[in-house]
């Protein structure tokens, strides 16, 4: 069989050596490419189909990785992957040991800035060009950044500060009108509208700012892209090409339904068809324990509200805003919005949900300590996606949130075990509390099949005693838990299992209990062992030493995410790699034993 003209690319010289006439084919390839090995590997596809002609032009037309390409998140960087010699192991992508799904500064020179979270390249690329400035380098700096991640707050902040800046920085807005779900917010209708940059004049939100805008272009038609690449590499100062494209390009499914695929998961690669599973008998995904129960409780009881950052679909908040539209909002992507919002709410009396990934509320922790726990809002937060979540990441594991939460005065810290505890929480909590709470809970399926049971109110700050042995006492928090219960059962281990439930505040005296009568504490978290449950423990002991005798001599063994960046795989291997898997405890434990 005749080699591709991909095939022969294993660098942008080497993209430069075909004609501009061939580079329709080499983007035929490159989307057949990278539809065949996400078809098969799973992965984020919609985004990186849609930008396949501006990859090459701008690997074409710019000198990279001397002239400097920023993406923003970087779950469209697959065709960059592929074109600057990553193509052999494309293959491999969020494998364990593989190549990262997003840009990374370690794994190519071409992945100026590693990414996964929102809304950066504008910042990093304006640094990179005021750095370049001070030391008389010439080079360009691109940022790619799209309709979603542009109406961040942090975006904004950086074209405030690049429009005054004269830095030769060309930011190009990858339109396509979504993120992962539609996109929102009055700059959507604003985009949409806008036609030309004669057309708009002075009007132009980005000439405010002092950019020079040209566009909004055709991201898909090459020579045009070409040419006004070409046109964009020899001017200098502040720029914005608005380039308007589809997201999921190339494969009609992905097209039509842009949400679904985002990143479908497994596919036919030539129908397109996403492969059929039957989840009615498997137990529930945790996000949809919670897009059910927030409906449930919102009906009723009126005051309850939704907010999610951008992720309805994700976090399950979109059943809320299908059933109860006027009281569920998507604020877009504006993790530190959504937070005050929540607080503003919470002052008028409304009990609001704002639903989070975990990794994502990291961007909003001033807005946590400064507007919600100093005032005591009693805002509930349910952070989706906490814990390792697999194939995405270091940059999206939700393994801080207990540490970082904990050193926070006035906040409730909850963990459920499983979906029933987990209804639980957001039912006490939905009862009126005087204090903000955190639920925090993991990415995918739980264990139990009949979770809708009635609810039940929980003491904020109890644990529960699962199983009473001698010795040796494991201390969990959150589905960690049961892993531990289905451990002890199988195994016969006659230890001690208390599941704590709440970080904070923290159920001392039966913790108390557990050092008076064993030898061995052993703390067990997916969260990270330093600032959460381990730490915590480790405190409370050394109060306890000076308390009673026996304390003294108990040994803890603090079991959770060590003092490192977990990277992307499996979860079940990283669970391992981290040392909180059932080979690793049981291992522990027959030691001890
Ligand atoms: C801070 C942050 N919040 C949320 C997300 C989740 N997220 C990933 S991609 C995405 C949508 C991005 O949309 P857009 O910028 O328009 O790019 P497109 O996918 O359309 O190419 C969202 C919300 C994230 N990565 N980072
Ligand atoms: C790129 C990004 O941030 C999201 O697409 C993220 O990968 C979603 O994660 P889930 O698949 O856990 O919803
Ligand atoms: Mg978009």
């Keep these: 069989m005749s080699e591709t ?48 002609e501006l990859t090459i032009a701008l690997h074409y037309v710019f000198n990279t990785p001397d002239d400097q390409l920023v993406w923003d998140v970087g779950h469209q960087a697959y065709g960059h992957k592929i074109l600057t010699g990553r193509r052999d192991v494309f293959h491999t992508n969020r494998d364990l040991g593989g190549i990262s ?73 990858n339109d396509n009108a979504i993120g992962i779900d539609p996109s929102v917010g009055a700059l959507k209708y604003y985009l949409t509208k806008t036609k030309s940059g004669k057309e708009t004049g002075n009007d132009n939100i980005f000439e405010s700012l002092n950019f020079d805008y040209s566009g909004p272009i055709d991201g898909h038609d090459l020579p045009l892209l070409l040419s006004e690449l070409k046109r964009q590499k020899s001017l200098k100062g502040p720029r914005l090409l608005h380039v308007r494209t589809v997201k999921g390009k190339g494969l009609k499914q992905a097209e039509i339904d842009q949400v679904r695929y985002h990143a479908p998961g497994k596919f036919d690669k030539i129908t397109g068809e996403i492969q059929a599973s039957d989840s009615s008998k498997l137990p529930p995904k945790f996000q949809d324990v919670f897009g059910h129960t927030i409906v449930e409780l919102a009906q009723e009881n009126e005051k309850i509200v939704g907010i999610t950052p951008a992720m309805p679909t994700g976090s399950s908040m979109k059943m809320m805003m299908e059933a109860l539209p006027d009281r569920a909002f998507d604020v877009g992507i504006a993790e530190q919005h959504a937070v005050t919002l929540a607080a503003g709410m919470a002052t008028q009396g409304l009990v609001p949900f704002c639903n989070v990934y975990s990794t994502f ?66 039912f006490t909590a939905s009862q009126g509390l005087e204090l903000p709470i955190a639920i925090r809970y993991p990415r995918g399926r739980g264990k139990i099949v009949n979770w809708k049971q009635p609810f039940k109110k929980l003491e904020i700050g109890s644990s529960r005693l699962l199983r009473k042995g001698e010795k040796i006492a494991v201390i969990s928090i959150g589905p960690v838990g049961t892993m531990i219960e289905e451990l002890l059962d199988q195994e016969n281990l006659a230890c001690t299992h208390l599941d704590m439930r709440f970080l904070k505040p923290i159920d001392q005296k039966a913790i108390e209990s557990i050092f008076e009568n064993h030898e061995h504490v052993i703390t067990i978290e997916d969260g990270t062992t330093i600032g959460g449950l381990g730490s915590v423990i480790c405190d409370l002991a050394a109060g306890f030493n000076k308390a009673f005798a026996k304390a003294e001599t108990v040994k803890i063994h603090k079991l959770g995410i060590p003092d490192q960046f977990i990277e992307h795989g499996p979860t079940a291997d990283l669970y391992k790699i981290a040392g909180i898997d059932r080979e690793s405890v049981l291992k522990l434990i027959d030691r001890l034993l």
């Design 361 to 426: 509320l990291q961007r909003a922790y001033d807005q946590i300590i400064h507007d919600v726990a100093l005032q005591k809002l009693p805002v509930i937060f349910c952070l989706d996606r906490a814990g390792l979540v697999g194939k995405d990441g270091a940059t999206h594991h939700g393994i801080f949130d207990l540490a970082y939460l904990n050193c926070i005065p006035d906040m409730i810290i909850a963990a459920p075990m499983d979906a029933v505890e987990m209804r639980n929480m957001m």
């Design 101 to 173: 799904g997003f840009p990374k500064r370690s794994e190519s020179e071409y992945d100026t800035f590693g990414t996964g979270h929102s809304s950066t390249s504008i910042s990093a690329a304006l640094g990179m060009a005021m750095a370049s400035a001070l030391k008389s380098e010439d080079r360009k700096h691109i940022a790619v950044v799209g309709d979603a991640s542009i109406a961040s707050g942090m975006a904004f902040e950086a074209l405030n500060h690049a429009g005054v800046s004269g830095a030769d920085l060309l930011v190009i807005l």
């Design 5 to 52: 003209l991909l095939e022969t690319i294993d660098n942008p010289d080497d993209l430069k050596r075909f004609r501009e006439s061939e580079l329709e084919q080499i983007a035929q390839e490159l989307r057949a490419f990278i539809i065949e090995i996400v078809a098969a590997k799973e992965g984020h596809l919609g985004a990186s189909l849609g930008v396949v």
